[in-house]
Every structure is written in structure tokens, then in C-alpha cells.
């Protein structure tokens, strides 16, 4: 499975993208600017001390774990974090919940 995130604008602090499975749109994507990922590939993992299952490992020193995470725009997310939702304009996203509910299952199975 790959699991790539495009970005596609920035919006004062936030920035916008998609995240796509081996290719697929599955939702969009909103991360705080000064703590994005830089482009590379990173190891998808699984949490079982949180009640944020999976995050992705950056490798670095200081904060070495990303979350997948819902919410609705920069107000109120934590820190390093990935918000999934459906982007509504740049910087706010809507039905994350529901996009974080269907995205939970696929990446349960294939890292099982």
C-alpha cells in the first residue's frame, strides 16, 4: 500500500492537499505549516498508547511521530498533527469525522 499526500495550496498558516491510496483520492488533508512533512516516503504506524491510532514516523529527532488526526480547520488541532476531512476552501476542511471513520478501516487491513 503507499499512502501519498499532494499538497495543493497554503492558506495563512495551514497548508491544503490530498491524500491518496496506492493512487485513489481518499480525502483531503490539512497540516500546520511550520510542522509539515517535507517530501519523502515515511513508515505508517500503529499506536496502541493513544486514542489516535496511527501516525506516521518522520525520523526526526525532536518529534519523531505525526498523527492522523480530525477536525475542522487550524483552530484547536494538535500539535503535529495531519487533519483529514473534505477541503471546503483553503484552510478549513468539513465531514472529518466521517473521511476519519472510512480512512481507519483501510489502514487497519493493510497493516495488519
Known sequence: ????????GR???AVSGRLLIDGQHVCDTLEQDTGSLP???YIMCRNKASSLPYYIYSGKEEDRKVFLSMGNGIHGWRRRCIIVGECLHLG?????QEHYDQLLPRLRMQLV
Open 1 to 8: 500500500m503507499e499512502i501519498k499526500i499532494i499538497r495543493f
Open 11 to 13: 492558506y495563512h498558516h
Open 39 to 41: 517530501e519523502g516516503e
Open 92 to 96: 478549513f476542511l468539513i465531514r472529518s
